[in-house]
T-cell receptor, first 113, second 111 residues
Framework: GAGVSQSPSNKVTEKGKDVELRCDPI?????LYWYRQSLGQGLEFLIY????????KSGLPSDRFSAERTGGSVSTLTIQRTQQEDSAVYLC???????????FGPGTRLTVL | SQQGEEDPQALSIQEGENATMNCSYK?????LQWYRQNSGRGLVHLIL?????REKHSGRLRVTLDTSKKSSSLLITASRAADTASYFC???????????FGKGTLLTVNP
């Protein structure tokens, strides 16, 4: 079956612009996660959704970051007023349950100039 | 956030040899997972071992878990050039959901 998909695969933006990153999880997966991978920080957890609610947003680095999930499926990660330090690969993953194997998408490489 | 540590950070071997990577973690866990990443993009799940398991096999992969030492190892037998990638361990701890990743081991298998 289809895996986790993310779009765009690459995004180049100017400092100060807003960006939206999209994640389509595997059909039927109730749990969805966003992670960020950067050279300096490695792989970091950002936010977790169970259905449409986000019980843990503790990994979001600042209030410029927000995410939503609708219909228990697609999720959008929004970064407002992007900064150069936001440059990273943003990875989305989904799983059947919170403790299950997580399946990752190919990621979105964000470059802020 | 707390992160585990993998060692070695980089490993270079010849095709056909075995590769062993180790991982340590700091918190109590529900399970420990190993992932592979090619070219800095998507992570591919390799194997999951639960906290009450000590060893698990999947094809050429063998994973061990020692909860008393808070450590795990991944063994790839009869390595191939296609196994060249970064390997990460990730643990799901008391939070029951989010993964905490180690820093990864870059494995290079030379043909």
């Amino acid at each position: 079956g289809a895996g986790v998909s993310q779009s765009p695969s690459n995004k180049v933006t100017e400092k100060g612009k807003d960006v939206e990153l999209r994640c389509d999880p595997i059909s039927g997966h109730t749990a969805l996660y966003w992670y960020r991978q950067s050279l300096g920080q490695g792989l970091e957890f950002l936010i977790y959704f169970q259905g449409n609610s986000a019980p843990d947003k503790s990994g979001l680095p600042s209030d410029r970051f927000s995410a939503e999930r609708t219909g228990g499926s697609v999720s959008t990660l929004t970064i407002q007023r992007t900064q150069q330090e936001d440059s990273a690969v943003y990875l989305c993953a989904s799983s059947l349950l919170g403790t299950d194997t997580q399946y990752f998408g190919p990621g979105t490489r964000l470059t802020v100039l | 956030s707390q992160q585990g540590e993998e060692d070695p950070q980089a490993l270079s071997i010849q095709e056909g040899e075995n590769a062993t990577m180790n991982c340590s973690y700091k918190t109590s866990i529900n399970n420990l997972q190993w992932y592979r990443q090619n070219s800095g993009r998507g992570l591919v799940h390799l194997i999951l071992i639960r906290s009450n398991e000590r060893e698990k096999h999947s094809g050429r992969l063998r994973v061990t878990l020692d909860t008393s030492k808070k450590s795990s190892s991944l063994l790839i037998t009869a390595s191939r050039a296609a196994d060249t990638a970064s390997y990460f361990c990730a643990n799901s701890g008391g939070s029951n959901y989010k993964l905490t990743f180690g820093k990864g081991t870059l494995l290079t298998v030379n043909p």
